[in-house]
């Protein structure tokens, strides 16, 4: 590796902001050799940041019924070949009953835009969920709405909030979204979430199509300045019925040294293997949390929804049941020298408070 990539992840490491083409250089000179250097500080970064614990949501994809229409997603508006539903409030408190029992302490409620979940139906659901377990934390992933609604279910309960910013730059923005969808308001969502006091995750895919090293940049500039309790990222994949259906999906080696960039830049930050991930690679997962993850997402979902919640081609873990992905997973985690935990796994800040 060449000394100057190591001395900018040394210097990434001691809090430097890095600028737009320092981060460009980081990743215009990833080699097997800089991956390795930046997993390795990662992981020993996070093991003193959060030991060897890694954290599960249990995650209830309650609806893909939505109103917009990004070009990369499976379940967007146009797709006619979807098979749309929409979780009862019984099952979703069902979901999380039984999530409850095999040891979740963090349910994860994400759908599509869906009208008909409105402030009133959702807070009736998150109440429910927070008076049957008290001790859980809850996050909602449902997209833009406006201040006032994100308070409302703030103070109905929720902690927690999922919303990818997807590219920090406005033209490439524009390229995976319809016009009516802006990166300004993404952001002005994102900060209004931050200033409710929600536990904030931002996030994009990994090799979206249009994404350059310079967006890439801008994404990691951005998520500093943000600075959210939680970070997810993925690689895209294709899906057969999008606009994107014939793009290339992104990469494991991308996406791992994004990991382990995102980790040095922000040691404290709560950072998901996720789904994606596990489908580009059979341990891709696994990889990840040796790059610097310290969170995974699995399915719980009743499995005959699964395969409708399809954002992706080939998504895995939609046959099986949430007691099998939750062993399954565990005995994973076990083998590269880290466990499952069934804390909270609220962001460290909030535990030293
Ligand atoms: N509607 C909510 C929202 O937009 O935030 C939550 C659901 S949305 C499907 C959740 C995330 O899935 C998006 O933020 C996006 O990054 C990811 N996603 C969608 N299509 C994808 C694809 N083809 N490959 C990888 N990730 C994808
Ligand atoms: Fe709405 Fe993907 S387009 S969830």
Known sequence: MENAVKEKIDSLESGSLLSAEEFIFLLENRTPSAAEYAADKASKIRDAVYGKDIYIRGLIEFTNICKNDCYYCGIRKSNKNAARYRLSKEDILNCADYGYDIGFRTFVLQGGEDAFFTDEVLTDIIKSIKNNHPDCALTLSVGERSKDSYQKLFDAGADRYLLRHETADDDHYSHLHPPYLSLSN????????KEIGYQTGAGFMVGSPGQTKETLAKDLIFLRELEPEMIGIGPFIPHKDTPFKDEKSGTLEDTLYLLSLIRIMLPEVLLPATTALGTIHPNGREMGILSGAN??????SPPNVRKKYMLYDNKICTGEEAAECLSCLS???????????TDRGDHIKIRRK
């Open 186 to 193: 993404r952001k002005k969502c994102l900060y209004e979430l």
């Open 295 to 300: 969170v995974v997402m699995p399915n719980l």
């Open 331 to 341: 005995s994973r985690i076990n083998s590269i020298g880290y466990s499952l935990s």
